[in-house]
């Protein structure tokens, strides 16, 4: 199985850090109701969380992935099942740090993005 993360139309996969895609499940509201006789009954509304991180990148690449980045986006993701899913989610991020100047180019490390799905 390849993961895939596709924002708004643009392919973040390819610079995807290795362990950079972390999905989990985001609890959006829940309720547990307990009888007179002791059993409990709970809902909940599962929603997906994507954390994801990236290689190191040049300075172009970040802008042309901040380009893409408007809250909320289309988001096409692979779920824990192997499923190509397409959501709305707000994004929040990227946060960065400049790591090197080389070339007249700058690199940045640690560039990670947070979606929660709507």
Not at 63 to 73: G, H, M, N, V
Request: hydrophobic share 35%.
């Amino acid at each position: 199985m390849q993961v895939r993360l596709n924002i708004n139309g643009f392919e973040l996969t390819p610079w995807l850090a290795e362990n950079g895609y972390i999905l989990s499940p985001l609890i959006r509201q829940s309720r547990s109701v307990i009888t007179l006789g002791g059993t409990e009954y709970r809902t909940e509304v599962k929603k997906h969380s994507i954390e994801a991180t990236t290689v190191e990148l040049r300075d172009n690449t970040l802008r042309s992935i901040k380009a893409a980045l408007t809250s909320p986006a289309t988001v096409i993701f692979t779920d824990d099942e192997g499923n190509d899913l397409t959501r709305t989610m707000y994004v929040s991020g990227p946060t960065a740090t400049a790591r090197t100047v080389r070339g007249g180019n700058t690199y940045f490390a640690g560039v990670t993005i947070t979606l929660e799905e709507r």
